[in-house]
């Protein structure tokens, strides 16, 4: 195995909102692989790294160990997906949410430009495009940070103009906390096909009143507003849906998708839906 060493530097900070920013990554000495839209890579920092004063005291490397000495040095390391397009490969570009109580995030949101991390070089992972028919239409559901392999994607394969029609429904408490949001109203101002369909559930704790859709993704399923946007109800013949983020979101709408005819994708048994199960 190969030594773990900080070989990446963070080029530029995004925060979004509290508790959620962008990182841009480039390696240090080494270059990109190859790597597909949907796929993931791994972020790691030693233990002595600092941690944001927003998170949580880290209770672990304030307990000594039986002998009164410090926990021992180690790396922690998490997979996080890409959110950059896999055509450039100047930088990786990840999506991330603060963990309070978290080993790594703490740690990551304490990063300012110029600082190193450790980038995986191996980038893997079946969330991909691969087995997309050429011509369906294509759903992708998530919430929050399951919004980062969409961004791939979307940035990657979305073609704009044609038959096929693109939408990403995407949930969060509040509006604030809709990652990359004037980059995918401005994809739905220029591409007839894409449609970006956010919905808040906490519409109450709003600075000013919200005019979108309230509730869940799941919601945004069950209403008609879907069929509104497209001009037609998605079924199995002619869309693929993926799902990625909360897990009870992905549950939900896997059995919301099974009742009305679709199946869950696998090499052995080809479906409609795509799941990316990273939580």
Known sequence: MAKTELNAVVTQRIEVAPGLII??????????????????TTLALPSAAPRSTLADADTERETPDGQGHPTAERWIRRAYSIASSSVAHEYLELYITLVHSGELT??????????????G??????????????????????????????MSMLRTHLPCGSARQF?????????????????????????????YLPTVSRPTEEPTPWRGATGRVQDLW????????????????????????????????L?????????????????QIHVEKYW
């Not at 703490?106 to 980038?119: E, M, N, Q, T, Y």
């Not at 429904?169 to 096909?193: F, K, P, V």
């Open 23 to 40: 990182l841009r990554v480039v390696p240090k000495g080494w270059d990109l692989p190859a790597f597909r839209a949907g796929q993931f």
């Open 222 to 253: 069950r209403a008609s507003t879907l069929e509104r946007v497209l001009g037609f109800r998605p079924t199995p013949r002619d869309t693929h849906l993926f799902l990625c983020g909360n897990p009870a979101m992905v549950e939900e709408m």
């Open 255 to 271: 059995t919301l998708l099974v009742v009305d005819g679709f199946a869950e994708h696998s090499k052995r048994a080809p479906g």
């Open 167 to 195: 939408a990403v429904l995407l949930g969060a408490r509040h509006s604030w906390d809709l990652g990359y949001r004037s980059e995918l109203l401005t994809l739905q101002h220029l591409c007839a096909n894409f449609h």
């Open 106 to 119: 703490p740690r990551l949101f304490a990063l300012k430009p110029g600082d190193a991390l450790h980038v």
């Open 121 to 150: 070089p191996k980038i893997t992972g079946l969330f991909t495009f691969d087995d997309l028919p050429p011509d369906v239409h294509v759903l992708m559901l998530g919430t929050g940070t399951g919004l980062a392999p969409y």
